[in-house]
């Protein structure tokens, strides 16, 4: 028995010490983001106003980095061998600080990582980052609750719900990637419209 054990002792011995595996390796996910090539229409005077973006809050499964697609109102599935670069709502969060600061509509747009102080929050809350099938047709669609706060006195001074579907017409990969960037795009320049008029004077 003992002359068995001993040889099988040795080989996983020097496995482990090679660093080798006798299990197959997994292939690595695809890393995938939003295309951010269409331009934001930018104004030609500032609001005298520091606006931070908060990264918005989220909920499973929407908290995550997992490419989503919904085949029916009460299931989510994640696309396999797929990931977001980062999380879905610092995705967001990242597509919406560059729209707001390529709009120049704004004295200063701060990250919610920025240390600096400003006047006003944009406070969000993603509630719809996925595709969804509908027979052999294929939707994405964000969906999104925004405030924007007075940091001084802590009161909401607008807010605003804004819901976006753009046809990916199947579930290729490559046509969701496009069908989000286009729906992140069009989020993003209604997001600046939105709160280039809520900080009028």
Sequence with gaps: MNSVFK???????????SGCSILPESEPP????????APVPVYDHARSVSLRVDTPLASAPFDTNLVLIQPENWEYQALPDT??????????HDRLIKALRQSRGFDRVLSATSPAEAEYTLLSELNGFHARRNGDDTTV????????????????????????????????LDSL?????????????????????????
């Design 7 to 17: 040889p099988a002792v040795t080989f996983c011995a020097v496995l482990a010490l």
């Design 30 to 37: 695809r890393i995938v983001g939003l295309d951010d090539n």
């Design 83 to 92: 990931r977001w670069r980062d999380s879905m709502p610092a995705i967001i």
């Design 141 to 172: 669609t964000i969906d999104m609750h925004l405030e924007v706060m007075n940091n001084r006195t802590r009161e909401t001074r607008c807010s605003t719900e804004k819901t976006l579907d753009v046809a990916a017409g199947d579930a290729r």
């Design 177 to 201: 990637m496009v069908a989000f960037s286009d729906a992140g795009t069009e989020l993003s320049r209604r997001t600046a419209a939105w709160a280039f008029a809520c900080l009028q004077p």
